[in-house]
């Protein structure tokens, strides 16, 4: 069955420290990714998604994403947090059925903790 | 506000009595998702509906559970008899591109 790991359950930075989150998934065809984000008391909110194309994707607030295909990733990175990201990040993956999105599949989610 | 509205936000109840959550979505999204996250998880797929149509259901919604969207709008999920098991936040998505979420019915069942 399709599943999206990640790695960190639970991740405290400092502030301008560099965060990579880990999301591995498992499906061998074509697939989409997203990465979601919940800050604390709000509704989830996407972050930034890869359909095709660069895998090197750019989201909102400075955030990006590498796909590689070779390892099933989706690592989500940004070179300088700031406190104002603390919050928990979702890694998601639905199949891609010609381009059309069905359901997604979440990971269980990191909780990022920045300290100033 | 027009982003996913969901009602009640919050409701307590007592095991056994039956639970109505109301998801309101984007108007003019075809698509409406329902997901149940409970602590220390990511959100879990449910059910899904095309207009009016139930296209997909998770082997998580039992039969005491029952999803609709009559008239291809909003959407209401039922639970019959709760049972402790079923405490948690269920979510309601619409979709256009990307899934747009509400902030959730959180349930506690005593």
């Known amino acids: 069955a399709q599943s999206v790991s990640q790695h960190n359950h639970h991740v405290i930075l400092s502030e301008a420290a560099s965060l990579e989150l880990g999301c591995n998934y498992s499906y061998g065809g074509t697939v989409n990714l997203f990465w979601y984000v919940q800050y604390p008391g709000q509704h989830l909110q996407l972050l930034l998604k890869?359909?095709?194309?660069?895998?090197l994707v750019k989201g909102i607030k400075g955030f990006e994403a590498e796909f590689i295909k070779s390892k099933f990733s989706f690592n989500l990175r940004k070179p300088s947090v700031q406190w104002s990201d603390t919050a928990e990040y979702f890694c998601?993956?639905?199949?891609?059925?010609?381009?059309?999105?069905?359901?997604?599949?979440f990971g269980t989610g990191t909780l990022l903790a920045v300290q100033p | 506000d027009t982003g996913v509205s969901q009602n009640p936000r919050h409701k307590i109840t007592k095991r056994g009595q039956n639970v109505t959550f109301r998801c309101d979505p984007i108007s003019e999204h075809n698509r409406l998702y329902w997901y149940r996250q409970t602590l220390g998880q990511g959100p879990e797929f449910l059910t899904y509906?095309?207009?009016?149509?139930?296209?997909?259901k998770s082997r998580l919604l039992s039969d005491r559970f029952s999803a609709e969207r009559p008239k291809g709008s909003f959407s209401t999920l039922e639970i019959q008899r709760t049972e402790q098991g079923d405490s948690a936040m269920y979510l309601c998505?619409?979709?256009?591109?990307?899934?747009?979420f509400g902030e959730g019915s959180r349930l506690t069942v005593l």
């Open positions: 890869y359909f095709s194309g660069d895998p």
């Open positions: 509906f095309q207009n009016e149509a139930q296209l997909e």
């Open positions: 998505a619409s979709l256009s591109g990307e899934l747009f």
């Open positions: 998601a993956v639905n199949l891609n059925y010609g381009g059309a999105t069905n359901k997604l599949i």
